[in-house]
């Protein structure tokens, strides 16, 4: 059984950072299986922020994060990080980690990540 657990959400002012976390147990590190940061604002449509290929490593990033977002993985404890840096007001959201064990054609879409987590709440103030 995978289990998620996100943590390291807060509030923080622009231009500040935070690093969020995701615990991952029952789930394999591999080239087929991708792990991903996703978000979702009031009023908005949960979109992706990053995902990485968990055998490659291979990170990839959403236009808007490019630059000041970096996900990557702590192997020896099987943790996703998330380190985010330049924080903007756009950037609060409710962040979800995401882990998929089946082909993912398209990193981006939550249709094919299976396993979630509970979600972190990340707040930027001016």
């Known amino acids: 059984q995978v289990q998620l657990v996100e943590s390291g959400g807060g509030s923080v002012q622009v231009g500040g950072s935070l690093r969020l976390s995701c615990a991952a147990s029952?789930?394999?590190?591999?080239?087929?299986?991708?792990m991903a940061w996703f978000r979702k604002a009031p009023g908005k449509e949960r979109e992706a922020v990053a995902a990485?290929?968990?055998?490659?490593?291979?990170?990839m990033y959403v236009d808007s994060v490019k630059g000041r977002f970096i996900i990557s993985l702590e192997r020896a404890n099987n943790i996703l990080h998330l380190q985010m840096n330049s924080l903007k007001p756009e950037d609060t959201a409710m962040y979800y980690c995401?882990?998929?064990?089946?082909?993912?054609?398209?990193?981006?879409?939550?249709?094919?990540?299976?396993?979630w987590g509970q979600g972190t709440q990340v707040t930027v103030t001016s």
């Open positions: 995401a882990a998929s064990t089946m082909l993912v054609h398209t990193w981006f879409q939550d249709v094919f990540y299976n396993y």
């Open positions: 029952g789930y394999t590190f591999s080239s087929r299986n991708w």
């Open positions: 990485i290929n968990t055998g490659t490593d291979n990170p």
